[in-house]
């Protein structure tokens, strides 16, 4: 997917930090709309988490879906999770995969990748969540990678848990990644209540997708994100519905870098931007060629007038 910045209000109530959801056009004339909580001004980063972006349920015949043309990525990871729907993926790697409920997609842009997203023809409700996660200096020209997995359901206590990066409730993910992070999708029953142990050194940040959830104590509606700061060895999920509410658990150490973000780069200065831009108006090697898709690529917006300048990460709170 697409980024472009969000701007959001936010709150504060019981050390939780609440981020509402920005909704932008995922592009084309007939946009699918997402809702966007990373990144934002009040905060860029949870863990190496960096983009958020929270889609559906979606009816295809009436929102067309998602068709993204090749478009490039550098510096990061992809995260795709769907909760309804299919989703086909190809990239400059050729791979030619697949994503559905209850599995994860995640792709390694690194140095350089290209790659398109488009909802299959059997595709009623597209709903599901777009992430990505910054790489550290170190690692942020790494090769391109495609990795895919299905984590097995578990249960604990009143709640129904998907780990797909991380460990979570004893289960543990084979997914690579090239810093600490968690990543599950956490269904909590009708009036039930879940508390989790993790880990003190990540913050965190829960998702809502479906449902009134009590974040260790704070209300969070759908669509809001709720940030809790390193510390905790434990978070309390509350239910206080009649239906069970559906979220998304990430988390990670705080990511100590500056990172530049703009449009589908991450570097750390405005001439990586640049460069990246470049490579990909030039057609260059660097970023490949996606076989299979009809369209034309997606061509890189203008770059700004003014010098793209790191973001820093807030201070703890």
């Given at each position: ?77 992809t995260v795709s999770w769907l909760f309804s729907g299919e989703i ?84 543990t993910s084979p997914v690579r990644t090239f810093t600490p992070l ?136």
């Open positions: 997917m697409n980024h472009t910045e969000t701007e959001t209000e936010t709150g504060t109530e019981s050390g939780i930090e609440v981020l509402a959801a920005r909704d932008v056009p995922l592009g084309g004339p007939r946009a699918m709309t997402v809702r966007r909580t990373l990144p934002q001004r009040s905060r860029t980063l949870i863990g190496a988490w960096c983009f958020a972006d929270h889609y559906g349920p979606d009816p295809v015949a009436e929102s067309g879906g998602m068709d993204v043309a090749p478009h490039p990525h550098t510096g990061l990871q086909e993926h190809r990239d400059s790697l050729g791979t030619h995969a697949f994503v559905r409920p209850g599995e994860i997609n995640l792709m390694t842009g690194g140095h350089g990748i290209s790659h398109t997203e488009v909802s299959t023809p059997a595709t009623t409700v597209l709903h599901g969540v777009q992430l990505w996660v910054a790489l550290p200096a170190e690692h942020r020209h790494a090769p391109r990678a495609f990795q895919h997995h299905a984590p097995a359901p578990l249960r604990v206590d009143g709640a129904g848990i998907r780990v797909f990066l991380g460990t979570l409730a004893g289960d968690l990543g599950a999708e956490v269904l909590i029953d009708a009036g039930a209540t879940v508390t989790l142990g993790v880990d003190p050194g990540f913050e965190h940040g829960l998702l809502v997708d479906e449902g009134d959830v009590r974040f260790d104590g704070t209300p969070l509606r759908p669509a809001e994100l709720g940030y809790a700061a390193p510390g905790r060895t434990t978070l309390t999920l509350a239910n206080g519905g009649d239906r069970p509410a559906r979220t998304v658990l990430l988390g990670g150490p705080p990511f100590e870098e500056e990172i530049v973000m703009w449009w589908n780069f991450i570097g750390r200065s405005h001439q990586d931007i640049a460069e990246a831009r470049e490579d990909w108006e030039n057609a260059s090697d660097r970023f490949g060629t996606v076989d299979g898709h009809p369209g034309a690529r997606l061509p890189a917006p203008a770059l700004p007038n003014a010098v793209l300048t790191p973001r820093k990460n807030p201070s703890q709170r």
